[in-house]
């Protein structure tokens, strides 16, 4: 079978999404709520953040970024709030629950960013970001 970008782009995706797929603790929380959760709080609290935020940061539709986020407020770890200069926004708040979690979510996320990247050089990882970035706007 001829080698193809579509291909082995698909594979490693599904390969990340299945990793992502153990990270839970204690049925609490999924790998996208992880990585949703990592987002909201890196963004640290000087920095609002909603569900458009979202939406872009991980290619989301609005419709699975809603899905997500109402998981996320169902099991406790985020909560909405109007911001005061525009009824319509809502802004999405790390709740206390979600905090346990910071440490644990930042663990999990660096060790699979260097299970993906061992053994590739500093070099060879240039070219690929500025491959797949040039692939993300070709599809944008």
Same mark, same amino acid.
């Given at each position: ?40 709080? #890196? ?7 909603? @569900?458009?935020?979202? !939406?872009? &940061?991980?290619? +989301? ?36 629950? #979600? ?7 930042? @663990?999990?996320?660096? !060790?699979? &960013?260097?299970? +993906? ?24």
């Amino acid at each position: 079978m001829k080698e193809t970008v579509g291909r082995s782009v698909g594979m490693l995706s599904n390969l990340i999404r299945r990793h992502f797929s153990t990270f839970s603790f204690h049925g609490t929380l999924s790998g996208a709520q992880g990585k949703t959760l990592h987002f909201i709080l #890196a963004r640290g609290q000087e920095c609002d953040v909603f @569900q458009k935020d979202i !939406e872009e &940061e991980y290619s +989301l539709r609005p419709p699975t970024a809603t899905k997500l986020l109402k998981d996320m407020e169902k099991n406790g770890l985020i909560y909405r709030e109007a911001v005061p200069y525009d009824a319509r926004l809502k802004r999405i708040v790390a709740t206390e629950k #979600a905090m346990q979690y910071q440490e644990l979510i930042h @663990q999990s996320l660096e !060790e699979t &960013e260097d299970r +993906l990247t061992s053994g590739i050089s500093s070099q060879d990882l240039a070219v690929f970001f500025r491959v797949i970035n040039q692939m993300i706007r070709n599809m944008s």
